[in-house]
């Protein structure tokens, strides 16, 4: 006799809701007491060597709306192209620079911002040089897997047409959408989660 399967009702998925900023960024929530500052706040010290810029942008829905509720991670190398992390082999990076950032979005705009450098160039894995970029992290409500995707320098366009990866984006008109605005040392990132102008992001 087979078993009947409708005694168990399936359990409602539930999204990251407002519990991403509430445990990753609690001094800006107003949760005092857990960190002095929330971790990845700061990137950069006096004695960070490397060229100082700045990132902003806005994590924008299909409609072009700001999200509110975003957060916001950065990877990158350092000014020499080597990364602070154990399973870097190619030499030390710079000590006085963390290579990882987190910002919350927030605001009438949504706007996130880091204070970092301007990273250098790391290689592919066959060994060609990519061109500087910065890895972002994004997730929201309503996002249960973190997206990735990449941000290139709108002066660095040698490199930036043949670096690896941005070769390999099939529809080229898109490369654009992983390519900032503006000019050293302020650049501007809106990361589009759909839509026209939705940001090409990658499946590490």
């Not at 609690?26 to 929330?38: A, L, R, S, W």
């Not at 957060?71 to 020499?80: G, K, N, P, S, Y």
């Not at 250098?120 to 995707?149: C, E, Q, S, Y």
């Amino acid at each position: 006799m087979v078993q009947a399967l409708d005694y168990l009702k399936e359990t409602a998925s539930q999204t990251a809701g407002p519990y991403v900023h509430i445990g990753l960024t609690p001094n800006f929530c107003g949760i005092g007491g857990v960190y002095d500052t929330d971790l990845g706040t700061t990137m950069v010290s006096e004695r960070t060597l490397g060229e100082r810029i700045t990132v902003s942008g806005r994590v924008l829905d299909g409609t072009g709306t700001p999200l509110k509720d975003a957060l916001v991670e950065i990877w990158q190398a350092d000014a020499a192209g080597l990364y602070n992390s154990p399973s870097e082999l190619r030499g030390a990076a710079d000590p006085a620079f963390s290579g990882w950032g987190r910002c919350p979005t927030g605001g009438e705009d949504g706007a996130f911002r880091f204070e970092t450098i301007k990273p250098g160039r790391v290689p592919f894995k066959d060994g060609r040089p990519m061109a500087p970029h910065i890895t972002f992290w994004i997730v929201a409500r309503g996002i249960n897997v973190g997206l990735h995707t990449r941000m290139y320098f709108p002066d660095e366009a040698e490199a930036n047409a043949a670096d690896p990866l941005l070769l390999r984006v099939e529809h080229r008109h898109r490369v654009a959408t992983l390519v900032a605005t503006g000019s050293a040392p302020s650049y501007m990132f809106d990361i589009h989660l759909q839509g026209e102008k939705e940001t090409v992001f990658l499946d590490i």
